[in-house]
């Protein structure tokens, strides 16, 4: 009984923050450009302020990465991707083109749901509200089930210092009582009018079967292939770095390095200077056992771990020093497990002589598992850059920087986001990095700019010879017997 009571509870509470939140979207629809940016600059003061506090919170809860780093991800998640919002028109004319004669209004989409993951829940949620009322949309928030206490107080900060700023009470709210009955619910409420899901397959799989629109993302299996034109000493550094930020866990990670052949030796050598540490076949075996569950989803408590907690997993025996764990493999697939994304320390290792094999192979480990998130070189060689990113199956390709970083727009000039889309090919809409555009709508105000002249054979199309021709001998009143005597047949 208490079980069915909760569902009940979480399923009322849908109900009541979802209709609160198009009450107080409809009253936001009036406010001005200057309204809606002062709301949101407040927001983003307020969750930068809290970064160290909501990244501490949200180690705490869910077990996973660091906290020094979520402090990162949770400031590049709140003034640096305002920085890159402030100056967006969404409210009344937002664009005219003189030449064209089309004027481009902004308009909100309504309630968007947003759905939040374990790894990154306080970051992804100052994310997801942000864009959301930027665009004047309201946001409810759905934390993951083992994140609510961060997620749920990240957006209470938020949504006080919107509401302190003039934001209506009740445009961002977030699920306290989270359960698969008020997922369910959320999803296919009446008041919500899109899904931003960012998450496991589950959750992006259901968003996307909803029967609403839905912006879904899916995994990251991210090769980082390294070529032997790369700088081996930087590219090394970068690799580490970046994947043992916050324990990997951001999608967008490195999952397996292709190395060239002829400079593999160095850039492992490079690699193990820098903390790496290349596990041996006995350790592999026991790694491979405790990183995923049967299904070949991640096992949860393997995610976001440093090497010497895996190891302590694994029951193997790893240097206090080290920062990742790396596997040498000799295929891709099932039965390889550690050729999977994993969401923790631990990288894959593979050796490719040239770079078409190199290509080759970091194709197959995209779609084993990343088809359309991202890929990173390491190169400096142009028309190899150009052509991995002609043919590899991502729609981020990331050159020479911390793919964790680089991928979400940190290290790089890309839209800073925390939720990356994959494209048709990863099962999703948009191939972007979402940002407040995709939660826009716009409309258009199109005049004429040419006329339609026709001839007049157009205006007076001539009747074909052969085109069946009204006898002047059947009167008005026999047609009218015809039908009716047809009608009756057919009702017989």
């Known amino acids: 009984m208490p ?8 399923i009322q509470e849908v109900r009541n923050l979802a209709i609160a939140a198009r009450q107080a979207q409809r009253e936001f629809f009036r406010f001005s450009q200057e309204q809606v940016d002062k709301i949101c600059a407040a927001m983003a003061d307020a969750a930068y302020n809290e970064s160290a506090r909501l990244a501490q919170m949200a180690v705490e809860e869910t077990t996973y990465g660091v906290p020094a ?10 003034k640096f991707l305002w920085e890159s919002l402030k100056d967006v028109k969404t409210v009344g004319v937002i664009r005219r083109d003189d030449a064209k004669k089309i004027v481009e209004i902004g308009w909100p989409v309504g309630v968007l749901a947003g759905f939040t993951p374990s790894t990154n829940p306080t970051s992804t949620a100052m994310f997801k509200v942000l864009i959301a009322v930027k665009a004047r949309n309201a946001m409810v928030i759905s934390p993951h089930p083992s994140a609510v206490k961060c997620t749920s107080e990240t957006v209470r900060v938020m949504a006080e210092a919107g509401e302190r700023a003039g934001m209506p009470k009740g445009l961002v709210s977030c699920l306290t009582t989270v359960t698969m009955p008020a ?3 959320l999803m296919k409420h009446w008041a919500v009018s899109m899904l931003v899901a960012t998450g496991g ?16 993302v899916g995994p990251g299996n991210v090769p980082v292939y390294v070529d032997r034109s790369a700088d081996i000493p930087q590219a090394a550094d ?46 592999i075996g026991a ?65 490719a002589d040239g770079w078409e094999k190199g290509c080759e192979r970091c194709i197959e480990l995209l779609k084993f598992g990343g088809d359309g998130h991202t890929l990173s070189i390491h190169c400096r060689d142009e028309n190899i850059i150009m052509q991995f990113g002609l043919e590899k199956p991502a729609f981020r390709i990331v050159v020479n920087t911390m793919a ?19 494209g048709g090919i990863g099962g999703g809409v948009y191939s ?50 015809i039908v009716r005597r047809v009608l009756a047949e057919l009702k017989k």
């Open 3 to 10: 079980e069915f009571d909760t569902d009940l509870r979480s």
């Open 69 to 78: 780093h979520k402090v990162v991800k949770n400031q590049f998640a709140s």
């Open 183 to 185: 997922l369910n619910e």
């Open 201 to 216: 397959e589950a959750v992006v799989r259901a968003a996307h079967s909803s029967g609403k629109p839905a912006i879904g």
């Open 238 to 283: 970068l690799v580490v770095k970046s994947k043992s930020f916050d324990w990997s866990t951001i999608c967008a990670t490195e999952q397996s390095v292709v190395a060239d052949a002829p400079i593999e030796k160095q850039l492992a050598a490079e690699m193990e200077k820098r903390g790496a540490y290349f596990m041996d076949d006995a350790q």
């Open 287 to 351: 790694m491979s056992k405790i990183i995923h569950q049967p299904n070949g989803l991640p096992n949860p408590k393997a995610v976001g771990k440093s090497p010497q907690a895996l190891a302590q997993m694994a029951g193997i025996s790893v240097p206090s020093n080290a920062r990742v764990l790396i596997a040498r493999l000799k295929g891709v697939g099932p039965e390889y497990p550690l050729s999977r994304e994993k969401l923790t320390s631990v990288l894959g290792w593979y050796v």
């Open 404 to 422: 964790t970083l680089g991928a979400v727009g940190f290290t790089t000039n890309l839209d800073p986001s925390m939720t990356l889309a994959t």
């Open 432 to 481: 972007d990095n979402i940002h407040v555009k995709h939660v826009l709508n716009i409309k258009r105000i199109a005049y004429g700019v040419r006329d339609w002249n026709p001839d007049s054979s157009e205006r007076s199309p001539q009747r074909s010879a052969d085109a069946p021709q009204r006898s002047a001998d059947v009167s008005d009143a026999q047609i009218e017997e």
